[in-house]
Nanobody, 120 residues
């Protein structure tokens, strides 16, 4: 059974940084695709970034604009999202996700989410 536990959110001023963590357990994740999504109040959930656990190939949404970096630690079974130069519009609940399915918009397992608030 796949389990994903998110952590690392918080309140930060514009221009600041946060690192989100996603501790994964329950299965062998070597064939999984991992992703970070976010949902702001009144908006639909949107893809932020993803990584292939097997080969480290990454993907980012256009709005990231080089500010975020996704990575994984195989020994700790943990995926990270380093977020720099945060903007107020980055305020949202951020969710870690995992999938064996094709594509970057078809994730089946979700963490509980962590709140990120960026003040201006």
């Amino acid at each position: 059974q796949v389990q994903l536990v998110n952590s690392g959110g918080g309140l930060v001023q514009a221009g600041g940084s946060l690192r989100l963590s996603c501790a994964a357990s329950g299965v062998a994740f070597s064939n999984y695709k991992m992703g970070w999504f976010r949902q702001a109040p009144g908006k639909e959930r949107e893809f932020v970034s993803g990584i292939m656990w097997s080969n480290g190939v990454t993907r980012y949404a256009d709005f990231v604009e080089g500010r975020f970096t996704i990575s994984r630690d195989n020994a700790k079974n943990t995926v990270y999202l380093q977020m720099n130069n945060l903007k107020p519009e980055d305020t949202a609940v951020y969710y870690c996700a995992a999938t064996l399915r094709f594509g970057w918009d078809n994730f089946e397992y979700w963490g509980q989410g962590t709140q990120v608030t960026v003040s201006s």
